[in-house]
């Protein structure tokens, strides 16, 4: 009896460990992971194909970026990729000149905070207080010019947020970032028909940054629309200096936005350019015409 019982107990704690460690469930495969960068490193090495899902059952600690390549890179193959949450959770690293989550040339990817279509229940948040920490990234897959980009892809519902102050920093941090394969205020080709929808956004220098590539071939068809970028009282959850900013872009829809609280006091806030709560052009944000780098802004509501 004693044998049996101590079976049974070792069997308990190993399904007790095993479901407190695995808090994204992956299909088609129904295998659950520790974390959004392992079920993403799976679906890089081709263990899930076809139309995947994650459902986040539970909050992670990323310890390194979860990236997820282009279908066709390695061994990835899938249609899409589908990011959903069945509880409230977050999904949150520390990571210095990274992003928490990092989409590389990736395409039909959906990162959905809403349960039943219903409120922002899922953070992603870097907590780190260096340089170009990053929550969510869309990266072109190389430094070549007009190389793959981020395409038909949506990140909606989510709360989203970095961690160095605004008012003491000049750090460069980014909410969610579209440019090219180096993180930063970079340019990246062809990050094309891409949605960012009913997001709130704090304590980022940039909210939410668009970086197009270039003159000759920019990214298409891309819209900011429905989210919240800045807390609702100023303080050091502010962002820090722009609130969405758009350059290198065709047809690109800014609307039904709420931005508020960019910068700081005159005494608390770091030097530099100008706050602007939405720029569409240069970041030089001059009155010269040329400056907008791009054709087709629409800005409403």
Known sequence: ????????????????????????????????????????VAINSGVHTGVVSCLVTGSTVETIPAFLNSS???????????????????????????????????????????????GRNLTVRNNSNGSNATAIWLSSISATPDSNGCTNNIIRNLEISCNARVDSSALSTFGILAGGSTIGNVAG????????????????????????????????????????????????DNIGKAGIFAQFQDNCMINDNVVQNVGGTFAGTTGGADRIGIGAGS??????????????YTVMR
């Not at 019982?5 to 520790?34: K, R, T």
């Not at 970041?283 to 087709?296: A, L, M």
Request: neutral net charge; charged residues 10%; proline residues 3%.
């Open 72 to 118: 066709g890179t390695g061994s990835a193959s899938y249609i899409s990729v589908t990011v959903t949450t069945s509880v409230v959770a977050t999904i949150e690293g520390n990571l210095t000149g990274a992003s928490v989550i990092n989409l590389v040339g990736a395409d039909n990817v959906i990162i959905d905070g809403s349960i039943g279509g219903v």
């Open 1 to 40: 009896m004693k044998k049996l019982f101590s079976f049974f107990a070792i069997v308990m704690f190993l399904s007790l460990y095993l479901n407190a460690n695995s808090q994204v469930l992956v299909n088609p495969g129904a295998i659950s992971y520790p974390t959004l960068g392992q079920a993403f």
């Open 283 to 296: 970041e030089s944000w001059s009155s010269t015409p040329t400056t907008t780098t791009g054709g087709n």
């Open 189 to 236: 080709r062809n990050n094309d028909n891409n949605r960012f929808l009913n997001n709130r956004i704090i304590k980022c220098r940039y909210g939410i940054l668009l970086n197009g590539g270039a003159a000759a071939n920019r990214s298409d068809n891309n819209i900011i629309s429905g989210n919240i970028v800045g807390p609702d009282l100023a303080g050091t």
